[in-house]
Structures are given as structure tokens and as C-alpha cells.
């Protein structure tokens, strides 16, 4: 693969050792790299799925965050405790950093529809860039594999990022040749880009421990038979009689791992106990919760269950 620009004194690149492809680059100020890259990044240059299954196979393994339903039902009622002791979502080193720095993908071209959410459900990208090329020999892209890939970034709460359409662009089956003025304002005017950073969930989601929460199919059968509006009723009383007063004598231990969708929203969106309210959201315990705090809990809650019932529902 040639590197378009070249490359500052500053930065360093690594070859395969089987091949000359470029396999990563610790970006320092390459022009074709996009501004969100930082100088301790690793940057995986790919241009397709074969691209994608040789170089994040070797380097990033796949490995679903989710646990398993046996592995769930072992939690015991002090693991709430432990994690909370274990975890600290306030560290700069944890999951999403490679050795050379936080992980991140450029897909320039975008020749097909390639599918990695196998190497993003490790936790272990932060961000995914495509950008399209110009010139005679550029390839085609379509709108349509941009949508795709998007789709399974924000399934898993990774950065995306459309910068361009490059030259040859298919959209509704109709090839458009956009000039290079114009390629990245067109990106934009497609509003692709997804910020996973901005999402409590997305941090939340970089635990092993809150990642082992998942809704099984008895679950969704309750939720479509009860409906979201009467789930949301439930997850409004949970927290009024659990979690809302200043003084909680088992604080750590009241919400149970299983037996509700609601109980597994709560853990894997740290609103089971006050201490991890305080530890994850900053809502200090030893006061009662506000009405705001109250409603906050909830909707993060039910947004964590709303995105389980679409991805579940989109694999069957």
C-alpha cells in the first residue's frame, strides 16, 4: 500500500514483515491523516475486508465483551463490590490503547462493504475514518458501505467518522462524479459521523465488568409484551425505592443480577448502587438523589435496553 504525502521526520512507520504493506503508523503530521489522529495514535491503514481480516486479525483478536449467559448467572452479590473496587473510569491507561497509543482505522479507499465488528466489540478502537480518493484510477465508493460500517461503529460504540466521498461516489445506485472542492462538505451533508466519547454508555461499555450484562430472549419476550412504556414505569420505581434515599444500608448489594431487564440495565449502566453512581457518574452518596439525578438513571437505563432489543433483533 503507498502512503500518499509522506511522512515527517517525526514519525514512524512499520512494515509487515510478510509484505510492504504499512500495517500501522504513529502519526505525527501527516497531512492525509485526519485531525483527530495524535501523535502517540496507531493508525491501521486498510483499504479493504482483506486488508481488515489479515492486519486486525493478527494485531487484534477477536473477543466478544459480552459474557456469557453461564458466566452471568456466577456473579454472585459481592461482585457489584469488587468491580467497583477494581475499576477506575477515570485512567488514561485502560481498554482502547494499543502499546503505540489509542487505536484508530482509516479506511482510504473504501473499495467495498467490509465488516469488522468482530475487532471493534474487543474494546480496543477508538475511532474509524473513511475517506474516499481522487483521480482517474480512484475507485468507486457507494453511500451504502459507508452506512454499513457506520452502523456497526455506533452498534459498539466506536467513534466514525465520513471525511470524504472521493471522486466516485454511489449513492441509490447512481454514480456521481463530485469534484474535489466538494468532497468533504458532501461527506458532511451526509451526517454519518457518530461520537461514541460523547456517550456515557460508551465509556460504561470499556468495563469487563458492565459488558457482561446482556438481555437474553426471555427478557426481550417481557419487554415486547409488557412494552418500553411500562419497563420505563418499572425502572422509575427501582430507583425511587432503591436508590433515591441519602442513607442506603445495603448499598452495593440491593439490585439483584437477575430476574428483570431492568436489574441487568442497571448494572451495566452503573446505576445499581450508589457507589457506582458516585464512581462512574459523580452523584456523590450519603444525600438523596434529585428528581433530574432520578430521571437520568432511568433514561440511561432504558437507552442501554433500547439499543440490546435493536441489536439482538438485527442479528436474528
Known amino acids: 500500500m503507498n502512503m500518499q504525502g509522506g511522512f515527517s521526520e517525526q514519525a514512524v512507520c512499520m512494515a509487515a514483515p510478510e509484505s510492504a504493506l504499512f500495517f500501522c503508523v504513529f502519526w505525527k503530521d501527516c497531512p492525509h491523516f485526519p485531525k483527530a489522529c495524535r501523535p502517540d495514535d496507531t493508525v491501521f491503514h486498510l483499504e479493504g475486508q482483506e ?10 483478536p477477536a473477543c466478544r465483551r459480552n459474557g ?18 477494581a475499576e477506575n473510569p477515570a485512567s488514561d491507561a485502560g481498554p482502547g490503547r494499543h502499546p503505540g497509543g489509542p487505536v484508530r482505522i482509516l479506511f482510504q479507499p473504501l473499495p467495498e462493504e467490509v465488516h469488522i465488528e468482530r475487532r471493534l466489540e474487543t474494546g480496543k478502537i477508538r475511532s474509524v475514518f473513511v475517506r474516499g480518493e481522487s483521480g482517474e484510477s480512484a475507485p468507486r465508493m457507494d453511500f451504502e458501505w459507508v452506512r454499513k460500517l457506520r452502523l456497526e461503529c455506533a452498534r459498539t460504540n466506536v467513534d466514525f467518522s465520513f471525511l470524504s466521498t472521493g471522486e466516485q461516489f454511489v449513492k441509490d445506485g447512481k454514480l ?63 430507583v425511587l425505592k432503591r436508590l433515591a434515599s441519602a442513607e442506603i444500608p445495603n448499598d452495593g448489594r440491593q439490585t439483584p443480577f437477575r430476574g428483570h431487564p431492568v436489574f441487568k440495565a442497571q448494572h451495566a449502566s452503573a446505576c445499581c448502587c450508589r457507589g457506582c453512581m458516585q464512581a462512574w457518574h459523580g452523584i456523590p452518596k450519603g444525600r438523596a438523589l434529585t428528581k433530574e439525578e432520578q430521571s437520568f438513571a432511568v433514561d440511561l437505563m432504558m437507552e442501554w435496553i433500547r439499543r440490546q432489543m435493536e441489536e439482538k433483533k438485527s442479528k436474528r
Do not use: N, T, W
Not at 68 to 85: H, I, R
Open 176 to 238: 456521481y462524479h463530485i469534484p474535489i472542492r466538494i468532497q468533504e462538505e458532501q461527506a458532511k451533508k451526509a451526517d454519518m459521523d457518530f461520537r461514541a466519547s460523547e456517550d456515557p454508555l460508551y465509556r460504561l461499555s470499556q468495563s469487563d465488568f458492565r459488558r457482561k450484562f446482556h438481555l437474553d430472549s426471555k427478557d426481550m419476550e417481557y419487554i415486547d409484551k409488557k412494552g418500553m412504556d411500562v419497563i420505563r414505569d418499572h425502572a422509575a420505581d427501582f
Open 51 to 60: 486488508d481488515a481480516d489479515r492486519l486486525l486479525g493478527r494485531f487484534l
Open 68 to 85: 456469557s449467559q453461564d458466566a452471568q448467572k456466577s456473579l454472585d452479590s459481592q461482585e457489584c463490590e469488587k468491580a467497583q473496587e
